[in-house]
């Protein structure tokens, strides 16, 4: 493959790659290191990507992996896995505040789901990847992933449920 068809394929979703690398771990500095990790091996594998069907279902499987073992490698002690990418700049403070304070709710309740259903959340409703292509990425049954995602949607908006009705049923 050559440069120019290189950056044809790949960087249309490089941003994919990032928004999923800053929700494994969390600082943008790490997503960025990351990020250009996973491209530079994107790069040198350059001749073997045309034996990939979905170029861009390889990369963020490569992005997952790489986020897991540097979670759980010696160095990256500190770090934590959660999710921040919503801003709107079009809204009333009060608006503002409620929106901050039910995604960092979201993001907490976030950290405490599975690893697999944290994934399948992210990739799904944030990513908008269809259900053929997270099985891709993850390895895992299109019905797998319907389960896994019917029972996060159902957490998060339980606990979320619980906090706006301040535990009052």
């Not at 759980?72 to 009060?94: E, P, W």
Request: with cysteine.
């Amino acid at each position: 493959m050559k440069q120019v068809e290189f950056l044809n394929v790949v960087m249309p979703f490089k941003d994919k790659l990032y928004r999923l690398a800053k929700r494994l771990l969390v600082s943008s500095e790490e997503a960025e290191d990351a990020t250009q990790e996973i491209l530079l091996k994107l790069w040198t594998k350059n001749n073997a990507m045309s034996n990939y069907k979905n170029v861009e279902a390889f990369a963020m499987t490569m992005t997952k992996n790489f986020c897991l073992d540097r979670l759980k490698s010696k160095q990256a002690g500190n770090l934590k896995l959660v999710h921040s990418n919503y801003t709107d700049d079009n809204t009333s403070l009060q608006k503002q505040v409620e929106a901050n304070d039910s995604v960092s709710w979201v993001q907490k309740i976030m950290e405490e789901l599975p690893e697999q259903q944290k994934l399948v959340l992210q990739l799904r409703d944030v990513e908008e990847y269809d259900y053929d292509e997270i099985a891709d990425i993850l390895d895992m049954q299109p019905t797998a992933i319907r389960v896994a995602l019917s029972r996060a949607r159902k957490t998060v908006r339980e606990k979320l449920m619980q906090k706006h009705n301040y535990g009052i049923k």
